[in-house]
């Protein structure tokens, strides 16, 4: 009975650099053949080893196994050599939903080619909280419409590989104010606000056929979880999703080790209530063998049924099935297909789109998605302008992140340095001393015109949105020395508000290798700003802000 039970539950592995991967390979392995997990969600690796360390896993299982992984914005989010997606926000700034239907096709294909069949996107959430910590520019928007039509055309792309796609995170995660990764936020809207706006997304996936669904750490009052988490809420489950919305597919759990389920309950607690809210796979409990044992006392003891369990089991199976079901396709970063090649055709004649050798049709996909993302909020007579604006040492270029250690800088000073021979980019970052920061005005002082690069993805467990006080305050102190200031908000929403409102703006969403190309094509004009920002202007955005 423990082997049937451990198939409900999914471990973890990184291999992302700094972890013991040897250690999580072993410890994992044992899970698989001794404990009976039924599956695994990767994260970190690269194309070239990981579809080995997968293929040798499923080798030793005696039942097949669920390889997940959070693939918001492409294998090359986890894998080095996939492809790395703009941020869901640059796809929703662009409006363009067949480009997420493409975006889901690549990322299925590749996610199918190393051996995984689940993927944990797209983030369904509708982002009504510019501050929200955790979901920020991962969310396609603000408004529920065009959320949905993403949503649906995303998950038809990636499932025509046979791979799953898991929109998250149910009910909505968007109107928070907290990091679920840290404590369990509350959203207080009314249920008729939910179901005409945060639940829309969902089912539009759900009537595009999304097999799998997963569940928010957030409590809702209105629906029926006051002080618990909707993971734990049978009313949000059971009636709502399964019941009302009418789904049929897998129910997957937010990670269970996050700070919203882990600081009120034990591994074992935490997966018992879980399932019988009626979630079908248990992510990444704090401790596997703990999270066994109380199921199966849960089902001695009357607590949970066997028919329960047995639910969920016929569940997995049937997914195993459907996934089965689809060939393997040719090499981990095979040529789109004609289909897709036309849809890039159509909606840029002339450019040429490789058809079937390598990745680079597949980066054609995201350079299109960051192209069209491209959002010019304010001009000032300065965007876009010509590259002998930037020569120096008539203009200086500034580049400001929380850690330059990783952020990778290579593509935006590449882009540069093609078209203005000779253009440094400083950097600065948390640690950067004062009197570096100082050496950084004084040049700005000196420079006519200026260039501010400001990245920030969202990042787990930080609780905050948006670039610290510090490098605001950078950005400040470089905008007050220069009149003629350009920022480029590699960033999410949140940040946008504290741009100081002498600066002309772009928002790319997101510091990806596209977005960077796409933003200095657009800075010097050889590509349009055709982005809409997409989400409700916040309430202390400077006056005057304009849209194109």
């Not at 979880?225 to 399964?242: E, I, K, S």
């Not at 997957?252 to 009626?278: F, H, P, Q, S, Y």
Request: charged share 20%; hydrophobic share 45%; aromatic share 6%.
């Amino acid at each position: 009975m423990r082997r049937t039970i451990a198939r409900l539950i999914l471990s973890g592995i990184s291999c992302r650099e700094g972890d013991d991967s040897v250690a999580q390979y072993h410890r994992l392995r044992a899970e698989i053949q001794d404990a009976g997990v039924g599956g695994f969600i990767v994260f970190g690796g690269n194309v070239d080893s990981t579809p080995e360390l997968i293929g040798d896993l499923v080798e030793v299982s005696p039942h097949p196994l669920i390889v997940a992984s959070d693939l918001e914005r492409g294998l090359g989010q986890q894998l080095e050599g996939g492809t790395v997606f703009p941020s869901q926000m640059a796809l929703g700034a662009a409006g363009v939903a067949d480009l997420a239907f493409a975006q889901g096709w690549v990322t299925g294909i590749e996610a199918r080619a190393v051996g995984m069949n689940l993927v944990f996107a797209p983030v369904a959430d509708v982002l009504t909280e510019p501050e929200n910590p955790i979901i920020g520019a991962r969310s396609y928007g603000g408004e529920a419409l065009p959320v949905a039509d993403m949503c649906s055309a995303f998950v038809q792309g990636c499932q025509t590989w046979g791979v799953g796609a898991t929109p998250k995170h149910f009910p909505g995660h968007g109107a928070t104010l907290l990091d679920s990764h840290v404590e369990l936020p509350t959203v207080a809207a009314d249920r008729e606000t939910l179901v005409a706006r945060d639940l829309l997304p969902f089912r539009a996936a759900i009537e595009a056929g999304a097999r799998a669904v997963m569940t928010a750490h957030v409590a809702y009052p209105s629906l029926g979880c006051a002080g618990f988490p909707a993971t734990m809420c049978g009313d949000v489950v059971q009636g709502l999703l399964r019941r009302e919305m009418g789904f049929e597919g897998l129910v997957v759990t937010d990670a269970l080790i996050m700070g919203a389920v882990a600081k009120a309950l034990g591994a074992g607690e935490a997966a018992v209530r879980a399932l019988e809210a009626g979630c079908d796979v248990l992510l990444v409990p704090t401790d596997v063998n703990e999270a066994v044992e109380a199921i199966h006392a849960a089902v001695l003891s009357g607590r949970l049924s066997v028919e329960r369990i047995e639910r969920s089991l016929a569940r997995i199976d049937a997914f195993q099935a459907w996934a089965d079901a689809c060939e393997d396709p040719e090499g981990p970063v095979d040529g789109l297909r004609e289909d897709v090649c036309s849809l890039l055709e159509e909606l840029r004649p002339g450019a040429p789109c490789p058809r079937t050798e390598g990745s680079a049709g597949h980066d054609a996909v995201a350079l299109e998605i960051a192209r069209r993302g491209v959002t010019l909020l304010r001009d000032h007579g300065l965007v876009p302008c010509a590259p002998s604006a930037y020569e120096p040492p008539r203009a200086a270029a500034f580049a400001l992140a929380e850690d330059a250690s990783r952020v990778n800088l290579l593509w935006l000073r590449s882009e540069l340095n093609a078209r203005i021979g000779g253009l440094a980019v400083s950097v600065a970052d948390e640690a950067t001393p004062d009197d570096v920061v100082a050496r950084m005005e004084d040049a700005a002082r000196r420079a006519e015109c200026i260039l501010v690069a400001v990245f920030d993805d969202v990042a787990a467990w930080r609780g905050r949105a948006g670039p610290s006080e510090r490098l605001v305050s950078v950005l400040e102190r470089l905008a007050k020395a220069c009149a003629r200031a350009v920022v480029v908000a590699f960033t999410g929403p949140a940040f946008l508000p504290r741009v100081p409102e002498s600066c002309a703006l772009v928002c790319c969403y997101d510091g990806s290798p596209a977005s960077q190309a796409a933003a200095v094509e657009a800075l010097f004009g050889e590509a349009p700003m055709e982005g809409r920002l997409p989400v409700a202007v916040p309430p202390a955005f400077p006056a005057g802000h304009r849209f194109r």
